[in-house]
């Protein structure tokens, strides 16, 4: 999921709450709720379907629907036993620890990167500074296949030069997915340290630090609800990354999970309930973190809108 | 042991690109003060220099160059200039029409309805308390952590096909033969009218409305009070309300929301490759390059889609330009 943050047109005021001032809001709002709880349980739905038939035998899952369970909850056969079956045909051993392998240098590496970036952008100045910044803002929205292909090549190209393989390893998507991230994450954190007090940074110049300390010992430290909300990001971007990975790590042991899934799912034959397992192997880190760090992922999302 | 290779490239990749930081920063701290003070923006920007320049500005050039080769079929053998061939046989190719008329749709009916839906739901939930409306703006927002893979593997359980006869465990085909008591349809495989597609294109709002949700909830929020009152006063009824006082305060963000949106299904490939792998017509232009490229060994003319694709983007890349600096003359 690529999340530019927006520009809001009128930022947020401080308003009060519609439905705890004035008289006209205690009203129990049934309706609403009703209506709201039918589209949210409807959005779900899937996902119910999903778990329903993960912990159903094959038997069941070839004979019946999943939303019959609902009408028989025991008379139903129900076993972990596809999570087992997924763990193996997903080889998750491995790929889940390449996933953490690409994704972890693939998000911090591009958020440092960035923010050096962006405090440049922000504090220092230097000449064609707005022109190379409309540059980035540009290149925001460039879809990623314009490179794949000469990278590729570029990656071949100094295989053969130098002996050191890259394509299959992690270092090819690390840099990939760092360079593709780059343009938001300057954009975002640029936004965001354009709102720290310059006069903070003056009073330091003129004590004498460096803009190296500058960096790491006020603008990183201030920065770091922007810095976590791109980083949530990117993670959740480069784990649920299939294009990149198929591309440039490939079939073979580095390998990572979504590439052990797309293979499960043309092995439905073995039984629906192995691939519904495997999905939710799959997605039990991005739910994780999503549940524990929802309030820096939605901060993130309005990132560019909140200031 | 994949745990511990893995731990090892980690470590070695961030302790490696410290180390390079550290040496420009003692590099540059070496220097004389006037030099130091007019090499110190291109030190902080080199890395993001470097990899934007060798890893998307040269490949992007490479690419448009090789739009207008053609590979030579025997090994060994280089590329030959074909000028507009590529192009050309694209465009008499009704499949590409195909693609191309599938991308179109794919751009104006998903953000429109993401939109929409996110909107709907924004207003709904504004209007409870706030516990629900944590709680149900939460459960719309889930889909948003699947990744397209994921997604593909939980719609195949409601999209696919048992021949009649079978139990039918998919759940639209289960709904159909159950109301009009037909026989099961293959989906994904119809074509007419766009059928699969659109059920492709379900999927992706499934995916997005939680974002257009959250933001277009964050500008409904931000209108004045103070108008919504004043229209009030007025005599305006709710629906005058929302389209007269509400929907042009909000108006930059529905556009911003709606280019986002936009962006990301331009660039989807995950979920049309998980469901149908781009058969039975279903195929856009991200999808279209694959197959090019790999499928058909035909990198000129994938290359030629790609920049097909670019060009399609431009109108965003200048409304990204543009509405950044509106956005900086406001402050």
Redesign the interface.
């Known amino acids: 999921m690529t999340v530019t943050p927006t520009p809001v047109a009128n930022p947020p005021r401080k308003t009060k709450r519609r439905n705890n001032a004035g008289a006209e809001q205690e009203k129990p709002h049934v309706i609403i709720t009703i209506i709201m709880g039918i589209i949210a349980v409807a959005w779900l739905f899937p996902l119910v379907g999903l778990l329903i038939t993960s912990l159903r035998s094959k038997a069941d899952v070839d004979a019946t629907g999943w939303w019959t369970v609902f009408l028989n909850p025991f008379g139903q056969d129900w076993t972990v036993q596809a999570f087992g079956d997924a763990w193996d045909a997903l080889d998750a051993g491995t790929t889940f620890w390449n996933s953490a392998a690409v994704t972890i240098p693939a998000t911090v590496l591009p958020v440092m990167i960035a923010a050096m970036a962006a405090y440049a952008f922000t504090f220092l100045q230097f000449r064609g500074k707005e022109i190379y910044f409309a540059v980035i803002l540009g290149l925001m929205v460039v879809p990623i296949q314009i490179a794949v292909i000469p990278i590729l090549q570029l990656f071949v190209w100094f295989g053969n030069a130098t002996g050191i393989p890259i394509i299959g390893q992690y270092p090819a998507a690390w840099i990939v997915h760092a360079t593709f991230a780059m343009p938001l994450a300057i954009y975002i954190l640029r936004n965001y340290m354009s709102t720290l007090p310059n006069s903070l940074i003056e009073a330091a110049r003129v004590d004498g630090a460096s803009h190296f300390q500058i960096f790491w010992r006020l603008a990183v430290p201030m920065s770091v609800p922007a810095l976590a909300s791109f980083a949530i990001f990117q993670f959740l971007w480069v784990w649920n990354d299939f294009f990149v990975a198929y591309l440039f790590i490939q079939s073979g042991p580095n390998q990572v999970l979504q590439q052990g899934l797309y293979s499960l799912l043309g092995q439905y034959g073995q039984g629906w309930q192995r691939v519904a397992a495997g999905s939710f192997i799959v997605l039990v880190v991005p739910l994780l973190i999503f549940f524990l760090l929802q309030r820096f992922f939605v901060r993130g999302l309005t990132a560019g809108a909140v200031k | 042991m ?2 511990f ?3 090892i ?2 470590v070695l ?2 302790g490696l ?1 410290f180390l390079i ?1 550290w040496l420009f ?1 003692w590099i ?2 070496k220097q004389q003060d006037r030099t130091k003070a007019r090499l ?3 030190v ?2 080199f ?2 220099i470097v ?2 320049a ?3 500005l ?3 050039l ?2 448009f160059v ?1 739009s207008f080769m053609e590979q030579s079929k025997r090994r060994g053998e280089g590329a030959t200039f074909v000028g507009l061939d590529n192009y050309i046989s694209l465009f008499t190719d009704p499949n590409f029409l195909g693609v191309l008329l599938n991308n179109l749709l794919w751009v104006i009916v998903v953000p429109a309805s993401a939109v929409l839906i996110g909107l709907l ?1 924004a207003i ?7 516990r ?1 409306e944590q709680s ?1 703006k ?13 997604a ?7 999209y696919f096909y048992a021949p009649p006869g079978n ?5 639209l085909n ?1 709904v159909w033969t159950r109301l009009t008591g037909n026989d099961p349809v293959p989906w994904l495989t119809i074509d007419a009218a766009r059928v699969n597609s659109f059920l492709l294109m379900f999927i992706v709002i ?4 939680g ?1 257009a949700m ?2 277009l909830s ?2 409904v ?5 103070e108008t ?1 009152e004043a229209a009030r006063l007025d005599g305006a009824n709710e629906r005058r309300t929302f389209l007269l006082i509400i929907v042009p ?1 909000i ?3 529905v556009l ?2 709606f ?2 949106v936009t ?2 299904v ?2 989807s ?2 979920i049309i ?2 469901m149908t792998g781009g058969q039975y017509n279903t195929s856009v232009l ?1 999808v279209d ?1 694959y197959s090019q ?1 790999f499928s058909f060994q035909n ?1 000129g003319k ?2 030629a889609v ?2 097909i ?2 060009i399609a ?1 431009v109108p ?2 200048v409304y ?2 543009r ?2 600096k509106s ?1 900086e003359e406001l402050r």
């Open positions: 994949a745990i290779s893995a731990v490239s980690v990749g961030l690109s930081f920063n540059v701290e110190l923006p291109y902080f920007l890395p993001v990899l934007v060798v890893f998307l040269y490949p992007a490479r690419t090789e739901i709904l939930t504004d209007r409870l308390g706030k629900r149900f939460a459960m719309i927002f889930i889909p948003m952590a699947i990744s397209g893979i994921a593909a593997a939980t719609w195949r359980f409601i139990p039918q465990i998919y759940l289960a499934w995916l997005q409305v974002f959250v933001l964050a500008a929020k931000g209108v004045p009070e919504i305060q108006r930059g963000t911003a929301v280019v986002t962006i990301f331009m660039k490939f995950d490759y998980g991200v390059f490229l990198p994938a290359a790609v920049i694709l670019m983007v965003l890349i990204q330009i509405s950044y956005q």
